[in-house]
């Protein structure tokens, strides 16, 4: 505990003053020049003594070693031309510098870009052959310090290789997290905006009918009071309707593993039936067709395709209140058509405030969802006409596993 306390005391103070290692380095070889140096060559050995000259590129085959680690070529490069200008005076070859030349060499191959590795390598051989081959003439000094020196250049291309494919794939898996969190975002984005068009849809229709039910009331309370109870126990019908929407589309913001199912029928576009029942006690005139057979529609086109017919018809209580209105639904092998026309003859409940919304924004985007076709437009005769098609071919039909209508 205590060792591996001092080595992470080390490591953080190396990290933090980059000259620390390299220094202590230095100052190591720099003692054992000191004891090469003392060494007195033999009179006829052709071996020069040191002179002041010979001293200062003696220390200066070591003392590049200090800014080694920033700049290992810069390093390099000094010692190599000290080595040689030593070698070339005649003065004996000094065993320290051959150790400084391998930390120069290996730092620039395992650290750098492969034209600075390229670089070193061949002022190492080139140095080697001029010193060894040409002043010095010992050839198997040469050949040994050549498979030497390569040996360190091809371990320190293959650590800086390593290294470099470490720094890829993090940079790989970095991009990787950003495109999930992205994706994430984008997802609950997504949910959050199918969630507001599930809000719009039910309460926009819920209240609107629960205004209209409520002046009708109103205004048939004294003449006749059964027929506003009727509409009382409609507001109280449709209102219970929409706790339940509103309940099974929060649902996901629940507890996952809360998966108790709701007791209400899920909307669908097969009871649309109901919803022109409602629609019908508030005094609105509205006819339902239905061609073809039922398909077997998967559970959310199912939905969007009710709440399609669901908002059109809150436009048209909202826009033309009691005008005509007649909703024609037309199944074909792969396509399921709405269409929702009301005539001119309704009253607008928005002249004169503030109104507006996202009804036909959302009707558009839960069609093009499915890859369906939108329109909204008027009649010739003034009126107003929405028309939907979802296809349901492999998209949208429910397969042998899936879920109940």
């Known amino acids: 505990m205590k060792t591996s306390s001092i080595w992470d005391r080390f490591r953080d103070l190396d990290s933090r003053h980059p000259y620390v290692t390299p220094g202590l380095i230095t100052l190591f070889f720099l003692f054992f020049l000191g004891l090469d140096l003392n060494i007195k060559p033999e009179p006829d050995s052709g071996i020069e003594q040191e002179g002041v000259l010979g001293l200062i590129l003696a220390v200066a085959q070591v003392m590049p070693l200090v800014f080694v680690r920033r700049a290992p070529l810069a390093a390099l490069s000094i010692i190599f031309v000290a080595f040689t200008a030593h070698s070339a005076l005649g003065h004996t070859v000094l065993w320290v510098a051959q150790f400084s030349t391998l930390i120069g060499l290996y730092q620039v191959t395992s650290s750098r870009s492969d034209r600075q590795s390229l670089i070193s390598g061949v002022m190492t051989f080139g140095v080697i052959v001029v010193v060894f081959g040409i002043i010095r003439e010992d050839v198997d000094s ?70 209209i039910q409520a002046g009708a009331a109103q205004r048939v309370f004294e003449k006749s009071p059964e027929k506003a109870l009727d509409n009382l126990m409609s507001i109280e019908s449709t209102s219970r309707q929409a706790l339940s929407d ?4 929060l649902g996901i913001l629940r507890n996952p593993d809360d998966t108790a199912p709701s007791l209400e029928a899920r909307p669908s576009i097969s009871r649309l039936s109901s919803l022109v029942d409602e629609l019908r006690t508030t005094d609105q005139p509205v006819d339902l067709v239905v061609r073809g057979g039922p398909a077997t529609l998967s559970p959310s086109v199912d939905l969007s395709a009710y709440r399609v017919v669901q908002e059109a018809l809150t436009n048209v209580m909202t826009h033309a209140a009691g005008a005509k209105t007649r909703i024609e639904v037309e199944y074909s092998e792969d396509l399921l058509s709405l269409t929702i026309t009301n005539d001119n003859s309704g009253v607008d409940n928005l002249t004169g405030r503030n109104g507006g919304g996202r009804g036909i924004v959302g009707m558009r985007e839960r069609t093009a969802l499915f890859g369906g076709e939108f329109q909204a437009e008027r009649t010739d005769e003034g009126g107003w006409r929405v028309r939907a098609t979802f296809p349901i071919g492999s998209a949208g039909l429910v397969g042998p596993t899936g879920g109940t209508r």
């Open 246 to 249: 509103v309940d099974r589309m």
């Open 142 to 211: 040469a050949i040994a310090l050549v498979l030497l020196f390569a040996a360190v250049w091809v371990v320190g291309n293959i650590v800086r290789s390593r290294h470099t494919r470490l720094e890829i794939a993090e940079l790989t898996v970095a991009e990787l997290s950003d495109e999930q969190e992205r994706a994430a975002r984008e997802a609950v984005s997504d949910e959050r905006a199918r969630i507001a068009r599930e809000l719009h849809d039910v309460l926009g229709h819920t209240l609107n009918l629960v205004v």
